[in-house]
């Protein structure tokens, strides 16, 4: 039977440091309030004009490739997550296949913010099982220091988000006790605007309950997808209603990393290791609680990252290997939960 399995891992944060002092500097906060509520003690930041969502990805992908004992023009499919690409469009696969110099592969970009990961690996899964493709790469990247409200206004998002990128390349194997075992994704649209980014967009103020969002019936035509009133009213940042992400977070978590166990008869005692998309170290200490899971099950960096989206299961889930923190055979869980509401679950045998 073939699997997918995780041939080679790799990852990328800035250099630039931002801790929780740093951004006192911009907003009324404070270290005590981000550590106490999130656990977050510092964020990456990319380099302003020197590093882009695709640049880091190219870099976490280099690493990825080499581990996997192949190069670049051997990848035959590329599948990319991110929220915060580099242009609205084209997605940044395509700009990640010039810059790596790759054959005229096809280059997915997917839409699932904080399960982006998770979704992406499913869809490279599916492709490898089938026998289409034989060396994925799967990427989670994201540049948030470009797009968030540096204001006290927008302080219950600003605080959570850092930069990085996070690449894996998937292979077919056949060996016992290896590769993805199943995935496992879901959706609840009845809460897309709890999280979520609505300029620019095309919506118009059709959806959100009504709220008027900004003057698209006596806007000029030019500026019904982005305008100087979105600018002047700041409705270009993410918003966020933190509590209700939270309270839905930690149902779904457990409830989708206990689905995977299930499928595959397994118990939460059996995981080696617990990757939870860092959203915040109080959801995943909860989850961990719920599940009954060690500390040694479970890993966490969203203390010295803070919460990257797409990127935080790869560069967790590589962190943990270089630590020598995941083992072959050893049973792996990443699960994630975020805007949409999407969330979703991968068991796998490293
Ligand atoms: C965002 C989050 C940390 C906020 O914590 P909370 O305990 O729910 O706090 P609240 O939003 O209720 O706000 C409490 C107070 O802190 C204030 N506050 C918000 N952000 C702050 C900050 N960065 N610094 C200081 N004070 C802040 C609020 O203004 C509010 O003040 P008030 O009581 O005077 O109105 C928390 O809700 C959370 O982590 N939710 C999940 C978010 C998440 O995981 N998002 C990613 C999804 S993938």
Not at 5 to 32: C, F, H, Q, R, W
Not at 43 to 49: D, E, G, V
Not at 144 to 169: Q, W
Not at 262 to 289: C, E, W
Request: aromatic share 10%.
């Amino acid at each position: 039977m073939i699997r997918s399995k995780i041939a080679g891992i790799g990852k990328y944060v800035p250099e630039n440091i931002m801790t929780n002092d740093d951004l006192k500097e911009y907003m009324d906060t404070s270290d005590e309030w981000i550590r106490e509520r999130t656990g977050i003690q510092e964020r990456r930041y990319a380099h302003r004009t020197g590093e882009t969502t695709t640049t880091m990805a190219i870099e976490a992908s280099k690493i990825a490739i080499e581990r996997a004992g192949i190069t670049a023009a051997d990848i035959d499919f590329i599948v990319f997550a991110t929220l915060s690409p580099d242009y609205y469009f084209p997605g940044c696969g395509v700009l990640l296949q010039r810059e790596m110099k790759m054959k005229e592969i096809g280059a997915l970009d997917v839409r699932n913010q904080c399960s982006g990961f998770v979704y992406a690996l499913s869809i490279a899964d599916q492709f490898i099982r089938t026998g289409t493709y034989k060396n994925i790469l799967v990427i989670g990247s994201e540049k948030h220091s470009f797009g968030l409200d540096f204001s006290t206004r927008g302080r219950n998002v600003s605080v959570i988000f850092g930069d990085g990128a996070g690449a894996v390349v998937m292979q077919p194997t056949e060996k016992e006790k290896q590769g993805i075992l199943s995935t496992h994704l879901h959706s609840d649209g009845e809460s897309a605007e709890v999280l979520a980014m609505f300029n620019p967009g095309t919506h118009a103020n059709h959806w959100n309950g009504g709220k008027v969002l900004a003057d698209f019936k006596n806007a000029p035509i030019g500026e019904m997808f982005f305008s100087h009133e979105m600018v002047e009213k700041a409705q270009v940042f993410p918003n966020m209603d933190g509590p209700a992400v939270f309270k839905k977070a930690i149902v779904k978590f457990p409830e989708v990393i206990n689905e995977a166990l299930t499928k595959n008869g397994y118990k939460p005692s059996d995981l080696d290791m617990l990757i939870p998309h860092q959203a915040n170290l109080r959801i995943a200490q909860f989850v961990q609680q719920q599940l009954g899971l060690r500390d040694d099950q479970v890993f966490n960096n969203i203390q010295k990252y803070g919460n990257t989206t797409a990127a935080s299961i790869p560069i967790a889930l590589c962190e943990a290997w270089e630590e020598g923190k995941i083992k072959e055979h050893d049973l792996v869980c990443l699960a994630a939960f975020g805007s949409g509401f999407t969330w979703g679950s991968v068991l796998l045998n490293w």
